[in-house]
T-cell receptor, first 117, second 114 residues
Framework: ETGVTQTPRHLVMGMTNKKSLKCEQH?????MYWYKQSAKKPLELMFV???????ENNSVPSRFSPECPNSSHLFLHLHTLQPEDSALYLC????????????????FGPGTRLTVL | GNSVTQMEGPVTLSEEAFLTINCTYT??????LFWYVQYPGEGLQLLLK?????DKGSNKGFEATYRKETTSFHLEKGSVQVSDSAVYFC?????????????FGKGTLLTVNP
């Protein structure tokens, strides 16, 4: 595997379910991100991790719970979601670390298409 | 704060037509500017970037020049192909704590007809 992978690619869940999204990067990067992409809205940054530590939580509801066990893996745990949470969830990674620069490119995975019934 | 405004489209062109997608930004300091492309069913891919004023990014026939005086980063291509049909996102990267955060425009859907 190369680049950034995400599983599952599609997920349908009820409002009372608990599920998890997984992201893995094979680029040796130190920073990982979760974004939400909804129709007709700009991409919304949700969380940022750098060296496994959360450095950004963009006022995301607590029904979304991220986990970063190491610099290569990022999870998004979902519980008691609402229909308006249906969206494409994108994971990205960048070099990050102590030498993060605004010139760093973020590399994106293909996303998980989530539908909440 | 940081913001990016781009023409929302959709934009529909015939093959070999000239493409311009306008992008303007608001930011403090010295951001880097990016164009990402999203093909159907895929994630975002970096198309090109520019990291300082007057830099020109280019890739696959696409070009964009970082214009600080007009705070713009318009995307152009001289002759589009059907395979260029996708959603194009303009973005800027600026300081955000220990990481540099990307701020995206809303995206422009481009459809190229044969």
């Amino acid at each position: 595997e190369t680049g950034v992978t995400q599983t599952p690619r599609h997920l349908v869940m009820g409002m009372t379910n608990k599920k998890s999204l997984k992201c893995e990067q094979h680029l040796g990067h130190n920073a990982m991100y979760w974004y939400k992409q909804s129709a007709k809205k700009p991409l919304e940054l949700m969380f940022v991790y750098n060296f496994k530590e959360q450095t950004e939580n963009n006022s995301v509801p607590s029904r979304f719970s991220p986990e970063c066990p190491n610099s290569s893996h990022l999870f998004l745990h979902l519980h008691t979601l609402q229909p308006e949470d249906s969206a494409l969830y994108l994971c990205a990674s960048s070099q990050g670390g102590g030498a993060a620069r605004n010139t760093d490119t973020q590399y994106f995975g293909p996303g998980t298409r989530l539908t909440v019934l | 704060g940081n913001s990016v405004t781009q023409m929302e489209g959709p934009v529909t062109l015939s093959e070999e037509a000239f493409l311009t997608i306008n992008c303007t930004y608001t930011a403090t300091g010295y951001p880097s500017l990016f164009w990402y492309v999203q093909y159907p069913g895929e994630g975002l891919q970096l198309l090109l970037k520019a990291t300082k004023a007057d830099d020109k990014g280019s890739n696959k026939g696409f070009e964009a020049t970082y214009r600080k005086e007009t705070t713009s980063f318009h995307l152009e291509k001289g002759s589009v192909q059907v395979s260029d049909s996708a959603v194009y996102f303009c973005a800027l990267s600026n300081s955000g704590g220990s990481n540099y955060k990307l701020t995206f425009g809303k995206g422009t859907l481009l459809t190229v007809n044969p």
